[in-house]
């Protein structure tokens, strides 16, 4: 019994999954690590505003020291020389408050909030990105899926043919060449059938490199409902995919977040004020005369001041520091330029591969068909045995390109259309 409990459980365990697009995607964005890193990004960003914003707090501090005095020195109460060994106990209480700096420090908190939204977008664009990746992936699977299934059945016709041709041989109405020819057949449709199921495994091995996992062979992924895919037409352009795209929307902001660390830098140009405060007192043995408690309560005294700094040769140092600041913005707008350059092909060669592929579908749709009826008239006169074994060779092979084409066409139109969806919209029609 117990035996027979285990093979029921690796019997279930063996049982396969099916995996959607959606849920791929998902699997994808909790374990991708390219993925999860811009989380963390992320957290550094915003861990980089809280550290802005704390420059703007006083900065206090409390002290407590204990010294001991040897050889001569001055009393602190008398101020008379005295030579004696005595100790001092010194608390004290400072605070210091910064007033005016040329708004650095608040340019400096817009400029770490600036960055944070725009690692914010950053991870939209991973997660557009990481989601097209599964999408190429995920169709690359089922079009290799479907190759294999036209290697498979070919396979099995040309076996038909060739046990046909057994016959054929032993009932002496063909002779042995037929019969080798029909046999070198079926190896090559055996090797294509190999080939077709390693692009199958190397499909399926992208697609679970994406997603992180371990290839489970158990996992099958589910076909989508083309009818809806293949129907409807490309989208208008409406607006620019620049201005909605978390990608361009990014760059933007950290050419704000640039524009406030140079005015965070020029500010070093600007006088500084500062308001200091001080509270202390001081115990010295020295004095025998008073208690402890006695001279602490007596030494108590405290300070505010207002002090102002004002540079004289700063703008040296700022002015290089300045430069390099409007260098990296005029090369995050090169970025965008270049970006958009590329979104621009990308969207003009998709629109050229969509009419290309849509074209090429069809024209493999009309080359599957002829090639059907063409490969049955063939298997006729191969019963008939009035062909030559060539013949059907050159029938199948006519027949599995056709077939090869309209599958790569389909699932590549597919891909375009949702390529093309998705630039026009900024969303994935499939989510």
Do not use: W
Not at 355 to 369: K, P
């Amino acid at each position: 019994m117990k035996k027979l409990f285990i093979i029921l459980l690796l019997s279930h365990c063996a049982v396969a999954q099916n995996y959607t697009l959606k849920k791929c995607i998902e699997v994808a964005t909790a374990n991708n690590p390219a993925y999860q890193k811009t989380f963390l990004t992320a957290e550094v960003a915003a861990t980089n505003v809280d550290q802005a914003k704390a420059r703007r707090l006083p900065q206090t501090q409390f002290t407590v020291s204990q010294g001991m005095n040897f050889g001569r020195s001055i009393d602190r109460f008398s101020n008379d020389y005295i030579n004696q060994m005595y100790n001092s106990t010194y608390s004290g209480l400072q605070v210091s408050v910064p007033v005016f700096k040329g708004f650095q420090r608040q340019f400096l908190v817009e400029s770490s909030k600036f960055l944070e939204e725009a690692e914010k977008f950053n991870i939209d664009t991973e997660k557009n990105r990481l989601t097209l990746n599964i999408l190429k992936a995920y169709l690359e699977v089922l079009a290799t899926k479907e190759m294999v299934q036209v290697a498979e059945k070919q396979l099995q016709n040309s076996r038909t043919q060739y046990d046909r041709q057994e016959k054929q041989l032993q009932a002496g109405i063909t002779g042995k060449l037929e019969q080798v020819q029909f046999a070198n057949q079926v190896a090559m449709n055996e090797g294509g059938l190999i080939e077709a199921k390693t692009s199958l495994q190397a499909a399926r091995l992208a697609l679970f490199q994406l997603m992180n996992l371990k290839p489970v062979d158990a996992i099958e992924f589910e076909s989508l409902d083309l009818s809806e895919s293949l129907s409807f037409g490309i989208i208008p352009e409406e607006k620019d995919p620049s201005t909605f795209l978390p990608e361009y929307k990014s760059l933007d902001i950290q050419s704000q977040s640039i524009d406030r660390q140079i005015k965070a830098n020029n500010a070093e140009k600007m006088p500084e004020i500062n308001l200091f405060g001080n509270y202390g007192t001081f115990y010295a043995s020295s004095n025998p005369e008073r208690t402890f408690i006695q001279q602490i309560n007596d030494t108590r005294n405290g300070s505010v001041s207002l002090g102002i700094n004002i540079p004289i040769f700063s703008g040296i140092l700022v002015k290089p520091r300045t430069q390099q600041l409007k260098v990296q913005k005029r090369i995050l707008e090169n970025t965008v330029s270049q970006n958009k350059n590329l979104l621009n092909q990308e969207l003009e060669t998709a629109k050229l591969m969509l009419r290309a592929f849509q074209e090429r579908l069809e024209n493999a749709g009309r080359q599957v068909e002829i090639s059907k009826e063409n490969l049955h008239l063939v298997e006729l006169r191969i019963e008939a045995g009035t062909i030559n074994p060539l013949e059907f060779q050159v029938a199948q092979a006519s027949m599995e390109s056709a077939q090869a084409t309209q599958i790569q066409s389909k699932y590549r139109l597919i891909l375009q259309k949702k390529l093309l969806s998705f630039y026009y919209t900024g969303e994935f029609d499939f989510l």
